[in-house]
T-cell receptor, first 112, second 115 residues
Framework: ETGVTQTPRHLVMGMTNKKSLKCEQH?????MYWYKQSAKKPLELMFV???????ENNSVPSRFSPECPNSSHLFLHLHTLQPEDSALYLC???????????FGNGTRLTVT | QQQVKQSPQSLIVQKGGISIINCAYE??????FPWYQQFPGKGPALLIA?????SEKKEGRFTISFNKSAKQFSLHIMDSQPGDSATYFC??????????????FGKGTSLLVTP
């Protein structure tokens, strides 16, 4: 186990569905992140939360909506996605303002 | 704009050989340079990292070489083993106040070590 748990591991959803990805960290970290990993592209930072406050939003479309109810949990709410949103979504955590990032094993999302 | 450029995209090395992966960056404010290793079905895991105040860091068979003036850094894997076959990502970051430590990643190098 990595200390960062993501569920579900795989998700298939239609373009009109609403679903949520969940991330939980057991490392006592104060910063949490969502990254998108697509083939042949660098990992793309989507959102950063520090002490439960969103501190970075990298021009992500509004069909992705993050939520951080406490320092241990992070959600990514999905609605009206596009097929190009199919990717591996990785959650990570770190000490506030520190390193290293600890990643979960990701959710493989397929939008049909 | 891609802030970290990584090469090669893929690499095949014989067991016992040296694997070398290179990265270049533009932003001189970057002050933290980690390498991550990712196996299929797993998330990336930190392998080794360096800060710009040193030119080399070694941990076991893994070495980072850092050239601040050239804005380049590289990963060397000595005595490469089949178990090293994975995708390797370089990254760079600068610490921002109150914002965690968001990394800028290269595109990754798929390493295959043949028996």
């Amino acid at each position: 186990e990595t200390g960062v748990t993501q569920t579900p591991r795989h998700l298939v959803m239609g373009m009109t569905n609403k679903k949520s990805l969940k991330c939980e960290q057991h490392l006592g970290h104060n910063a949490m992140y969502w990254y998108k990993q697509s083939a042949k592209k660098p990992l793309e930072l989507m959102f950063v939360y520090s002490l439960e406050e969103r501190v970075e939003n990298n021009s992500v479309p509004s069909r992705f909506s993050p939520e951080c109810p406490n320092s241990s949990h992070l959600f990514l709410h999905l609605h009206t996605l596009q097929p190009e949103d199919s990717a591996l979504y990785l959650c990570a955590s770190s000490p506030q303002g520190g390193s290293p990032l600890h990643f979960g094993n990701g959710t493989r999302l397929t939008v049909t | 704009q891609q802030q970290v450029k990584q090469s090669p995209q893929s690499l095949i090395v014989q067991k016992g050989g040296i694997s070398i992966i290179n990265c270049a960056y533009e932003n001189t404010a970057f002050d933290y340079f980690p390498w991550y290793q990712q196996f299929p079905g797993k998330g990336p895991a930190l392998l080794i990292a360096i800060r710009p105040d040193v030119s080399e860091k070694k941990e076991g068979r893994f070495t980072i070489s850092f050239n601040k003036s050239a804005k380049q850094f590289s990963l060397h894997i000595m005595d490469s083993q089949p178990g090293d076959s994975a995708t390797y990502f370089c990254a760079a970051s600068m610490q921002k106040a109150n914002s965690g430590y968001a990394l800028n990643f290269g595109k990754g190098t798929s390493l295959l070590v043949t028996p």
